[in-house]
């Protein structure tokens, strides 16, 4: 080899470690400005009058992006988050979820059947003359009574008191609809769904929780929430009023039970995503059983699944779940596609809530989702214009529609919230994650379909003869 030949070697040699380390530096350098994004928007997020403080996870694949606390545990006291994120909350109905993993588990071992009615397992439930089969108490489809929104729950709340008592006060209770044929948000069918696992496990909901979910993963700082045991590293939860901040409404741990009364950190819970999407917890079949959305009777898709809300907006599937209860807020986000788990816990029921943080945080590292394309409708708005009524949470839903120029505008009875939706195609209308569509019957517009997600509500058309 002459000299001439070896320099050229070393020039060529030169050049490929420079091809090398030079996506290697913009590597490190998009991720440090990514991480600083990330830091910059809980900072912004925790600086707000109405928050206590918040403890947030970013974890992509196996990189931690962010896993910090921001604020404050204890406001009375100026205690800061642990950077870490050590801090443990409530984490509200971000609870279901393991109570859905839980239910499946036991079918798994051959101990519960998804289609068997809830009168198998607890008989003493007054179904009123339906038949509930277990998977319509899962995904909130059941028409049991929400206890949450009955007047008489307010008092409970504060009392120490058997469990069957709330479960004789649900089951006086009309139903909202027929099994099957909507969606409400419901905690009384978690809250039965609590003693069925606890019937045929032989084990309080709160030990079967912790020996098949909680320590096969390691999660050593989550447990089933006290109001009055002492526990090291607890945040203290505060109120949003209109004065600011004020400390926690009393609540009783006995009530949220198995739709919410499990505490757990930002950490664990980011453990727990891993484990539940990447199959440590349930087999392929009940994963994909707890993650896909049964339809209602009559075919409809909806958007929830078995304590997971399911997303899929411009090409994004999204996994989510929040929570909220007295004095804390939670939101909890799987991006399967990417690979990306977001968890915020938050200290205090003042907006902005943790969600608002969640969302911020995906745009941040997924990009914004695009604008979606309004169409122009080609028929009659005036032909849907009018009232439509039907169930909802706590109460029913009156939505009034009405014209304004080429847009319709729709207006809820009582808190005179407004929505001005864009049209997207046919009869259906969106605006963010909630969608409208209107159902002919027999020629004429008879229905309005609300789908928020955690919802979806059958709006009947009142007769304006």
């Not at 030079?22 to 590597?27: C, D, G, I, K, S």
């Not at 100026?78 to 979820?97: F, L, N």
């Not at 409400?184 to 069918?189: E, K, Q």
Request: with cysteine; proline share 5%.
């Amino acid at each position: 080899m002459t000299r001439g030949t070896a320099g050229a070697g070393i020039v060529v040699g030169l050049t490929a470690l420079l091809a090398l380390t030079v996506p290697l530096a913009a590597q490190v350098t998009n991720r440090a400005r990514l991480v600083e994004k990330l830091d910059s928007a809980a900072r912004a997020h925790a600086d707000h009058e109405m928050v206590a403080g918040v403890s947030v996870a970013v974890v992509q694949d196996a990189d931690t992006l962010l896993l910090s606390g921001y604020g404050f545990v204890d406001l009375e006291w100026s205690v800061g988050t642990p950077r870490d994120a050590a801090a443990a909350y409530e984490i509200g109905s971000v609870t279901k979820q393991f109570t859905a993993a839980a239910i499946l588990q036991l079918v798994e071992e051959g101990k519960v059947d998804l289609s068997a009615d809830i009168s198998e397992y607890l008989p003493e439930f007054d179904t009123q003359g339906r038949r509930i089969p277990l998977r319509r108490m899962l995904d909130h489809t059941s028409g049991i009574k929400g206890y949450t929104e009955m007047p008489i729950f307010g008092e409970l709340a504060m009392k120490d008191l058997p469990r069957d008592t709330l479960v004789s006060l649900v089951e006086r209770e009309p139903f909202d609809f027929e099994p099957g044929t909507a969606l409400v948000y419901n905690n009384s069918a978690y809250f039965l769904l609590g003693l069925v696992i606890e019937k045929v496990s032989g084990q309080p909901y709160e030990e079967y929780v912790e020996e098949h979910l909680f320590d096969p993963l390691g999660m050593d700082a989550s447990y089933y929430c006290s109001e009055s045991a002492i526990r090291r590293g607890r945040a203290h939860g505060y109120d949003g009023s209109r004065e600011g901040l004020v400390r926690k409404r009393y609540l009783d741990h006995t009530w949220p039970y198995a739709a919410g009364s499990l505490c757990s950190t930002a950490g664990d819970l980011v453990r727990w995503n891993q484990a539940l999407h990447g199959g440590e917890v349930l087999s392929e079949a009940s994963y994909r059983e707890m993650t896909t959305p049964s339809p209602l009777e009559d075919g409809t898709p909806v958007r929830y699944a078995m304590g997971l809300g399911i997303d899929d907006r411009a090409g994004r599937r999204a996994i989510v779940h929040g929570g909220g209860i007295n004095g804390f807020l939670s939101d909890g986000r799987y991006y399967p596609d990417n690979r990306l788990t977001i968890v915020v816990l938050q200290n205090s029921t003042g907006p902005p809530g943790a969600s608002a943080l969640g969302a911020a945080l995906a745009d941040v590292v997924l990009g914004p989702l695009p604008e979606v394309t309004a169409s122009p409708y080609e028929g009659s708005l005036a032909e849907l214009t009018g009232e439509y009524v039907g169930p909802a949470r706590g109460r029913p839903l009156t939505l009034e529609v009405t014209q304004d120029g080429d847009r319709l505008i729709f207006t809820q009875r009582g808190s005179e919230e407004e929505m001005r939706p864009i049209h997207v195609g046919g009869l259906t209308w969106e605006t963010g994650m909630t969608r409208l569509w209107f159902v002919r019957e027999e020629g004429r517009i008879a229905q309005l379909r609300m789908d928020h997600g955690a919802g979806h509500y059958v709006l009947r058309r009142m007769d304006r003869r």
